[in-house]
């Protein structure tokens, strides 16, 4: 069964500064999809990133970025000038590319941002 | 903007109660799902829904049913309410197929006492 380790429960940053925050999974698969998912306080998850197995190129939204190593299974996620409004929970989560109904998360890491 | 919208943010309800949460999407998507998000567990599957009337279980399906009778409205529904279904209840709807993502809606805090 594929498994996904957030090995950080929680994580803090300080304001303008950069996180990274760690994810692992472990599959047998070579075809499938990472995500970071985002839920802030107010709790309505949204997806912040979205990386392809088969991309090579790390996929990068605005100040958010990965970091994927698919042969160490690794997949962080990198947040640049950290802004207050980053802290949240975040989940890493993994998918088979042909199933999507079967969508595994991590525990989270509940992420603090001081000003 | 995809909306998924769901019944409660917060609801108590007693040991042995049968209790509904219903969850709304205006997307059209045809699939449903219903998660469970506990500390330190992350987010597991109670079921999901492919169609209109078509379900499958998830992860941890004991406890629960569902109900799909419009492909708008995914319902969760708790037979006999316990204190340990006391939890997060998250729903989510996307579209088949790669690469769609998960949509997600607030979220309803369950308490059973």
């Known amino acids: 069964a594929q498994t996904v380790t957030q090995s950080q429960p929680e994580m803090s940053v300080q304001e303008a500064e950069t996180v990274t925050l760690s994810c692992t999974y472990d599959?047998?698969?070579?075809?499938?999809?990472l995500f970071w998912y985002k839920q802030p306080p107010s709790r309505q998850m949204i997806l912040v990133i979205r990386?392809?197995?088969?991309?090579?190129q790390n996929a990068t939204e605005n100040r958010f970025s990965v970091n994927f190593q698919k042969a160490a299974k690794s997949f962080s996620l990198k947040i640049s000038d950290s802004q207050l409004g980053d802290a949240a929970m975040y989940f890493c989560?993994?998918?088979?590319?042909?199933?999507?109904?079967?969508?595994?998360f991590g525990a989270g890491t509940r992420l603090t941002v001081k000003p | 903007d995809v909306k998924v919208t769901q019944s409660s943010r917060y609801l108590v309800k007693r040991t042995g109660e049968k209790v509904f949460l219903e969850c709304v999407q205006d997307?059209?998507?045809?699939?449903m799902f219903w998660y469970r998000q506990d500390p330190g567990l992350g987010l597991r599957l109670i079921y999901f829904?492919?169609?209109?009337?078509?379900?499958e279980k998830g992860d941890i399906p004991e406890g629960y049913s569902v109900s799909r009778e419009k492909k708008e409205r995914f319902s969760l529904i708790l037979e006999s309410a316990s204190t340990n279904q006391t939890s997060m209840y998250l729903c989510?709807?996307?579209?088949?197929?790669?690469?769609?993502?998960?949509?997600f809606g607030p979220g309803t805090r369950l308490t059973v006492t």
């Open positions: 989510a709807s996307s579209f088949p197929g790669s690469p769609y993502e998960q949509y």
């Open positions: 599959t047998s698969e070579s075809d499938y999809y």
């Open positions: 990386q392809e197995a088969y991309k090579q």
């Open positions: 989560a993994y998918r088979i590319s042909y199933n999507n109904n079967d969508m595994r």
């Open positions: 997307m059209d998507h045809e699939n």
């Open positions: 829904s492919y169609d209109v009337k078509m379900k």
